[in-house]
T-cell receptor
Framework: GQNIDQPTEMTATEGAIVQINCTYQ??????LFWYQQHAGEAPTFLSY????GLEEKGRFSSFLSRSKGYSYLLLKELQMKDSASYLC????????????FGKGTKLSVKP | GAGVSQSPRYKVTKRGQDVALRCDPI?????LYWYRQALGQGPEFLTY????????KSGLPNDRFSAERPEGSISTLTIQRTEQRDSAMYRC????????????FGSGTRLTVV
C-alpha cells in the first residue's frame, strides 16, 4: 500500500521562502507530483519528479530523494496569491497512471 | 474542448436515487481518471481509463459505483441507490498519457445526498 505524509497547515510571510515537505511509502515508485489547489477550485499541476534532485520552475522548485522517500516543494518570493493547499501525489510503479494523493498542506501567506 | 468539463456542477439527490455524473475530457487526451475529494482532504482515486478500456477500478468503494467511457472520450460515473456517505466533490481528470504528464482536473460535481 501507499502512505503519504505532509503537514496539515503552514503559515508564511509575503516575500519569504517556504518549504513544504512530503514523505511517502510505496511498494514501488514511478514519480512524484505536486499540485496547487485554491479554495473551491480544481487542483492544478505544478511539478513532476522521477529522478533524484531539484527541478526548478520559476518561483517554485521541487526536490526528490527516492532513497529517503522524501520530497519538498520550495516556494520563493511568496505572494498573497500563493495561499492555497499544496498536494503531494505519488504514482506507484505498479500503476500505469493513477496518482495517490496526500491530504494536502494548507499554506496561508500573511502580509 | 479547452478544458475538462464536468456536469452537472451541483447535484442534490434523495437517498436511494441513482445519479450519473458526466466528464468530457480535453480533446485528444487518452487517459481519464475519476477521483472523489472530501473537504480538506486530497483527491481519492476511484477508477481510470485508457481510451475506452477501464484499466483500474480498485478505488470504487462498492458495487453501487460504476463508470464507463464507451467511445474513448466522454465518461459517465454512475452511483446507484445513493447514500448520504456518497456526498462529496467528484472530480474528473484527463492526461495525454503515461508516464510523465500531469493531469488536468475538471471543476468537479458537488454531490449532496439528502
Amino acid at each position: 500500500g501507499q502512505n503519504i505524509d505532509q503537514p496539515t497547515e503552514m503559515t508564511a510571510t509575503e516575500g519569504a521562502i517556504v518549504q513544504i515537505n512530503c514523505t511517502y511509502q510505496t511498494s514501488g515508485f514511478n514519480g512524484l507530483f505536486w499540485y496547487q489547489q485554491h479554495a473551491g477550485e480544481a487542483p492544478t499541476f505544478l511539478s513532476y519528479n522521477v529522478l533524484d534532485g531539484l527541478e526548478e520552475k520559476g518561483r517554485f522548485s521541487s526536490f526528490l530523494s527516492r532513497s529517503k522517500g522524501y520530497s519538498y516543494l520550495l516556494l520563493k518570493e511568496l505572494q498573497m496569491k500563493d495561499s492555497a493547499s499544496y498536494l503531494c501525489a505519488v504514482r506507484d510503479r505498479g500503476s500505469q497512471g493513477n496518482l495517490i494523493f496526500g491530504k494536502g498542506t494548507k499554506l496561508s501567506v500573511k502580509p | 474542448g479547452a478544458g475538462v468539463s464536468q456536469s452537472p456542477r451541483y447535484k442534490v439527490t434523495k437517498r436511494g436515487q441513482d445519479v450519473a455524473l458526466r466528464c468530457d475530457p480535453i480533446s485528444g487526451h487518452v487517459s481519464l481518471y475519476w477521483y472523489r475529494q472530501a473537504l480538506g482532504q486530497g483527491p481519492e482515486f476511484l477508477t481510470y481509463f485508457n481510451y475506452e478500456a477501464q484499466q483500474d477500478k480498485s478505488g470504487l468503494p462498492n458495487d453501487r459505483f460504476s463508470a464507463e467511457r464507451p467511445e474513448g472520450s466522454i465518461s459517465t460515473l454512475t452511483i446507484q441507490r445513493t447514500e448520504q456517505r456518497d456526498s462529496a466533490m467528484y472530480r474528473c481528470a484527463s492526461s495525454l498519457g503515461w508516464p510523465s504528464y500531469g493531469y488536468t482536473f475538471g471543476s468537479g460535481t458537488r454531490l449532496t445526498v439528502v
